[in-house]
């Protein structure tokens, strides 16, 4: 794990348009499939993000780094096709909490929870807004990068607002949803907007005292990165 000042983890290669507007073309005409990716055969519906490692680095550089999760409660936010959740009952958690919006979404996540039957392990939730009533998670989550499409500047910009603000309801629930010796594990990209996020982990440290590191590497040339938040040892919840 690297770590170091927020002030020079995140970096643009200059070819985040560019790739932004090639995943458009390779994933716009795509239909229901199964996806076979980091050891998970799984139903991709055509308008729910596919974890393709043809065509993105992110989900297979958070599974590849996210390991043993032995006994552990974990909360998977905007769970998607359910692969994150199925990830941490491989690396043997004991329940998940799957969250979960997007129609499409619930229902591919429900058939691929069904066909690898993890039964009463993973409870998938209908909802936007993170519940301090869930109680506490030794692992969270989360692998929600904000792109930019073809979109006016109007649009692009309520865009990163309505995704940065997810981040922003994380990380202000923080210190109520993690234990004293949890993770918070978040997926991101170049493409992203990573100056936003990098305000919003600045904030959350100035409230509480997190330690951070960061994997980063460059992939179809962007960045992509894996970020964890943890408590030093020494301090309780």
């Known amino acids: ?17 560019d790739y932004t507007k090639w995943w458009i ?19 991709v ?36 096709t359910g692969i ?21 979404a619930l ?25 301090c009533s869930w109680g506490r998670f030794d692992r969270i989550m989360m692998n929600i990068i904000f792109s930019t499409p073809q979109l006016t500047q109007e649009q692009t910009s309520a865009l990163a607002q309505s995704t940065l603000s997810i981040h922003r309801d994380l990380f202000t629930k923080l210190d109520v949803l993690m234990t004293a010796t949890g993770k918070c594990c978040l997926g991101f990209a170049s493409f992203g907007d990573i100056e936003g996020l990098e305000k919003e982990l600045v904030n959350l440290q100035s409230r509480l005292p997190v330690a951070l590191t ?7 040339d962007v960045n992509w990165y894996y970020l964890e938040l943890s408590r ?4 309780s919840l």
């Open 232 to 235: 030093p040892p020494t301090l």
């Open 107 to 131: 229902a591919a996540a429900r058939r691929n929870f069904s066909a690898y039957a993890v039964g009463d392990k993973v409870k998938l939730v209908e909802q936007g807004v993170l519940d």
């Open 45 to 80: 519906p055509a308008k729910v993000f596919a974890p393709d490692p043809r065509v993105t680095r992110s989900v297979s550089l958070f599974m590849e780094n996210a390991k043993d999760m032995t006994g552990m409660r974990v909360l998977d936010i905007g769970t998607g």
């Open 84 to 104: 994150l959740a199925l990830h941490a009952v491989w690396e043997g958690a004991r329940e998940v909490v799957a969250t979960e919006i997007d129609q499409a």
């Open 25 to 43: 073309e390779q994933t716009t005409y795509r239909k229901d499939e199964m996806l076979d990716t980091q050891g998970f055969n799984i139903f």
């Open 1 to 17: 794990m690297e770590q170091g000042s927020l002030a020079c983890l995140f970096s643009k290669t200059g070819q985040e348009a």
């Open 214 to 220: 960061c994997k980063s590497e460059r992939r179809f």
